[in-house]
């Protein structure tokens, strides 16, 4: 069993800068696929980025791509998100979710990640 537990979400201005983290149980933490997706109020989960097993390759959704960074720590069991420039429109529940048999194509859809974390609140506003 893994079990995922985010952290890190908070209030912060426009441009501001957050750091989440997403602590994972278990065995093997090197040969999940791991990923962050978030879900704004009204809207459906939406990808934001990805780093696929053995860190392997990293993809961003366009909405993120050259603000936000991905990283994993292999020795503490931890993947972080990092957040710059943040804008009003970033703000969502973010989560953390694993998967262990996650094909390339496959990456950016929910279903495809076996475990998901209870999500961490991120509100950007003046």
């Known amino acids: 069993q893994v079990t995922l537990v985010e952290s890190g979400g908070g209030l912060v201005q426009p441009g501001g800068s957050l750091r989440l983290s997403c602590q994972v149980s278990?065995?093997?933490?090197?040969?999940?696929?791991l990923a962050w997706f978030r879900q704004a109020p009204g809207k459906e989960r939406e990808f934001v980025v990805v780093?696929?097993?053995?860190?392997?390759?990293?993809h961003y959704a366009d909405s993120v791509q050259g603000r936000f960074t991905i990283s994993r720590t292999n020795a503490e069991n931890t993947v972080n998100l990092l957040m710059n420039s943040l804008k009003p429109e970033d703000t969502a529940v973010y989560y953390c979710?694993?998967?262990?048999?996650?094909?390339?194509?496959?990456?950016?859809?929910?279903?495809?990640?076996?475990?998901w974390g209870q999500g961490t609140q991120v509100t950007v506003s003046a």
């Open positions: 979710a694993a998967g262990s048999g996650v094909i390339l194509s496959s990456v950016r859809s929910g279903d495809a990640y076996d475990y």
């Open positions: 278990g065995s093997s933490f090197s040969r999940y696929t």
């Open positions: 780093s696929r097993r053995y860190g392997s390759s990293t």
